[in-house]
């Protein structure tokens, strides 16, 4: 069974914390993903990375970076937090294109 | 516009009931389609896939893909109060970004 464990399920921070999420994949795959999700938008993507030290921009990179120096563990970082990126984060890891493993996300309230 | 659209709804149906969730795309290079399911307080969970047009069945679950149309439903068929869920459609070119569609939120009613 394909696990993606992510380190918070909540957290909250103050307005301009340095804020790490992190997130372990254990089934050897090369791409991970990080997405935030709100209520009327959907999923949308923020960053992911095809490889080891590889990252792309997603959609709404702004305000985030990310780092991959394992090839299990995909962190974001949210460089100065702010109360419009209060919202549930969620990681994700993939082989195949047409099937990403989600994991149970992490809920995140920036006051 | 956005690539993908998705009515949120929320869709409340009594069980047993056939339900059809839809989208619709406007990139004509869209490839793979997928269906997610997700409840509350978790992660989304691939339900199926569909490459290209046409359509797929597994157990009371059928995805279809209409290209010409660029339009994909799932249709649920003697819905189960453990199916209640949100629904996200997804799909993409062949590489591994998806686009989402928002969700649409589903109550089967006992």
């Known amino acids: 069974d394909v696990k993606v464990t992510q380190s918070s399920r909540y957290l909250v921070k103050r307005t301009g914390e340095k804020v790490f999420l992190e997130c372990v994949q254990d089934m050897d795959h090369e791409n991970m993903f990080w997405y935030r999700q709100d209520p009327g938008l959907g999923l949308r993507l923020i960053y992911f990375?095809?490889?080891?030290?590889?990252?792309e921009k997603g959609d709404i990179p702004e305000g985030y970076s990310v780092s991959r120096e394992k090839k299990e563990r995909f962190s974001l970082i949210l460089e100065s937090a702010s109360t419009n990126q209060t919202s549930m984060y969620l990681c994700a890891s993939s082989l195949a294109a047409y099937e990403q493993y989600f994991g149970p996300g992490t809920r995140l309230t920036v006051t | 516009q956005k690539e993908v659209e998705q009515d949120p709804g929320p869709l409340s149906v009594p069980e047993g009931a056939i339900v059809s969730l839809n989208c619709t795309y406007s990139n004509s290079a869209f490839q793979y389609f997928m269906w997610y399911r997700q409840y509350s307080r978790k992660g989304p969970e691939l339900l199926m896939y569909?490459?290209?047009?046409g359509n797929k069945e597994d157990g009371r679950f059928t995805a279809q893909v209409d290209k010409s149309s660029k339009y994909i439903s799932l249709f649920i068929r003697d819905s189960q109060p453990s199916d209640s869920a949100t629904y996200l459609c997804?799909?993409?070119?062949?590489?591994?970004?998806?686009?989402f569609g928002q969700g649409t939120r589903l109550t089967i009613n006992p």
């Open positions: 997804a799909m993409n070119k062949g590489a591994q970004k998806l686009v």
């Open positions: 990375s095809y490889d080891v030290k590889m990252k």
């Open positions: 569909t490459y290209s047009s």
